[in-house]
């Protein structure tokens, strides 16, 4: 009963004023204002709606391509094989056949399937060079040492070209590695070709 007193006199006690309302600070925006803020949250909005907004993860060279939808066909592949770990902790460099580069080699799929890890991890590694570099870096040389410990051509007639595979200029730092694209594959195993 003292416990319903002193919860009825907190109620109704003289000596604290009345809840009174903060102010908005939307209220004292110009309409020039309020406008220009409605604008940039209908955008952000219509931004987030569209999926424009993508994160490219730049951690290494395996979470690049896992994160980058022009590369995810080969990101699958990579994931798949059994050299993700090395491409992700290790210092390498990552060619990567876009998206596009696999519409002329359309039995990549088949390195998905159970029974083929061999086929998967062959053309995997033959896409890795256990080497940083950079695109000028790469272009310098005649041949590299791929991570299956063979040699990959460089040439440079009218553009720069890994295996016959045609080098896009550029190339993504990652924070262990690095990544060049490639318009085409630079291997296929021999028994999907």
């Known amino acids: 009963m003292v416990l319903a007193l002193a919860m009825a006199g907190c109620g109704s ?12 600070p939307v209220k004292k925006v110009s309409p020039a204002g309020r406008q220009s803020m409605d604008r940039r ?16 993860n730049k ?9 980058t939808e ?12 059994s050299h993700s770990r090395t491409i992700h902790g290790s210092g390498v460099t990552l060619l990567c056949p876009t998206n596009d580069a696999f519409e002329s080699f359309d039995a990549w799929k088949m390195m998905l399937r159970q029974g ?21 870096d790469f272009k310098l040389k005649d041949a590299h040492t791929t991570l299956a410990g063979d040699e990959m051509e460089v040439s440079t007639q009218g553009g720069i070209y890994a295996n016959g595979a ?9 924070e262990n590695g690095s990544v060049l694209g490639l318009d085409e594959v630079a291997f296929v195993p021999f028994s999907l070709r």
């Open 59 to 67: 951690l290494s060279p395996y979470r690049y391509v896992i994160s």
């Open 70 to 81: 022009r590369f995810s066909i080969f990101g699958q592949l990579v994931k798949a094989s």
């Open 166 to 174: 045609h080098v896009r200029s550029g190339f993504v730092p990652t």
């Open 116 to 136: 083929n890890q061999e086929e998967l991890d062959a053309f995997v590694s033959h896409h890795v060079l256990p080497i940083v570099m950079t695109y000028d």
């Open 41 to 56: 949250t209908e955008d952000a909005q219509r931004l987030q709606e569209m999926n424009k907004v993508t994160v490219e």
């Open 13 to 24: 006690s003289t000596s604290t004023p009345e809840a009174t309302s903060l102010p908005d």
